[in-house]
Each structure stands twice: as structure tokens, then as C-alpha cells.
């Protein structure tokens, strides 16, 4: 059975840093891309970016390039998505999704920025 | 950016009426659309892929049709599961865009 299962909740201050998680498991975790979607509480679907983990090769949007960085570890197949100085603004749930058309997705990590 | 628009945003329907939901691309995209279900609080699931195939488990009251920049989903006999928000999202050119969603409501 494909799974991915994301890290836990976290609560953090303006300006720490965070890297959150997503575990593949049950398929050939290297060889489909997983992409990393935000949701603004009460708000849409944002795409944010995507990694190849055979090679890393990875595209982000323009809105979150040089906001975040994504990456991966394949000895464990996990994806990664890391911020170096979170903001109030980067409250919100963030799903891992596989493949480029999203066939599975994580359940989420609500990430809550707060002084 | 391709731009993602849905119409309508949201709509009122009753249990069996067969609902349609129209998603516009701003540039052509092929079929490299794909829909989406979102509950609340909850992922997002896979309905349809490359525009008009079914996601493996997805019942076939879901379908999808349409080609280049002009999309439709399709639920046949809305069931009170149904319920829910519905995203489109093109994966044709980076960055990948989703469309703002069409919230399912029940009349």
C-alpha cells in the first residue's frame, strides 16, 4: 500500500528555523516525484514545488523560490521541507503529494508561526 | 504562470442531481489536468488524472472530459460523501497551478 506520512504538528517563533517531513512508503520511493502544497487556513491549494529524488532534481514556484528549500534523502525515503527564518505569514498546513498529478498525498503538517 | 480558474466557486445541489464543475486553463495545457477532493480537515484525494481518467477506488459517478484549455468534472448522482471542496490542478508547465476551488454544498 502507497503511503506518506508527514511529521507532526509544530509550533514555532518568527525568525526559527524548521524542516518538516514526508515518508514514502510501499512503492519505488526514488523513481516519482513529490511535490510539497500549502493551504492557508480558510484559504486554497498552493503549489509550492517539486523533487525528483533519483537525481534531486527539483522545481519550485516563484512564489516560495529563495522561501524555502526542498530536498530529500533517499537512504530513508523522505522529502523535506525547510524554512531558515519562518514568518507569522508561513501559518498554515502543508501537504507532500506524489507524482505530478498528485495520486497520493500525505495527511498534512500544520505548522503554526507565532510570537 | 497558467492560470487555473473553476466556476462556479460554489453551488447548492441536492442528493442525485448530477453536478458539473468547469475549469478553465489560461493557456493550452493539453490533458495535463488533474481534479481533486478536499473535506474539511482533511488531504486532498485524487479523483482524475490526465483529465478524464479515474483514479484507482474512485467510484465511476466521477468523470472527467476536455482537452487544451477547457475542462469539466462531472459528478453523475451527488451522494451525501460528496460534499466537499474541488480543486483542479494543471501539471502541463512549471510552476504547477491549482485552481481557486468549487465548494460542493448541499441545497
Known amino acids: 500500500e502507497v503511503q506518506l506520512v508527514q511529521s507532526g504538528a509544530e509550533v514555532k517563533k518568527p525568525g526559527e528555523s524548521l524542516k518538516i517531513s514526508c515518508r514514502g512508503s510501499?512503492?519505488?520511493?526514488?523513481?516519482?516525484?513529490i511535490a510539497w502544497v500549502r493551504q492557508m487556513p480558510g484559504k486554497g491549494l498552493e503549489w509550492m514545488g517539486i523533487?525528483?529524488?533519483?537525481?534531486?532534481?527539483?522545481r519550485y514556484s516563484p512564489s516560495f523560490q529563495g522561501q524555502v528549500t526542498i530536498s530529500v534523502d533517499k537512504s530513508t525515503s523522505t522529502a523535506y521541507l525547510q524554512w531558515s527564518s519562518l514568518k507569522a505569514s508561513d501559518t498554515a498546513m502543508y501537504y507532500c503529494?506524489?507524482?505530478?498529478?498528485?495520486?497520493?498525498w500525505g495527511q498534512g503538517t500544520l505548522v503554526t508561526v507565532s510570537s | 504562470d497558467i492560470q487555473m480558474t473553476q466556476s462556479p466557486s460554489s453551488l447548492s445541489a441536492s442528493v442525485g442531481d448530477r453536478v458539473t464543475i468547469t475549469c478553465r486553463a489560461s493557456?493550452?495545457?493539453?490533458?495535463?489536468l488533474a481534479w481533486f477532493q478536499q473535506k474539511p480537515g482533511k488531504a486532498p484525494q485524487s479523483l482524475i488524472y490526465?483529465?478524464?481518467s479515474l483514479q484507482s477506488g474512485v467510484p465511476s459517478k466521477f468523470s472527467g472530459s476536455g482537452s487544451g484549455t477547457d475542462f469539466t468534472l462531472t459528478i453523475s448522482s451527488l451522494q451525501p460523501e460528496d460534499f466537499a471542496t474541488y480543486y483542479c490542478?494543471?501539471?502541463?508547465?512549471?510552476?504547477?497551478?491549482f485552481g481557486p476551488g468549487t465548494k460542493v454544498e448541499i441545497k
Open positions: 503529494a506524489r507524482r505530478s498529478d498528485g495520486d497520493y
Open positions: 510501499g512503492y519505488s520511493f526514488s523513481t516519482y516525484w
Open positions: 523533487i525528483f529524488p533519483a537525481d534531486s532534481d527539483t
Open positions: 493557456q493550452g495545457i493539453s490533458n495535463y
Open positions: 490526465a483529465a478524464s
Open positions: 490542478q494543471q501539471y502541463n508547465t512549471y510552476p504547477f497551478t
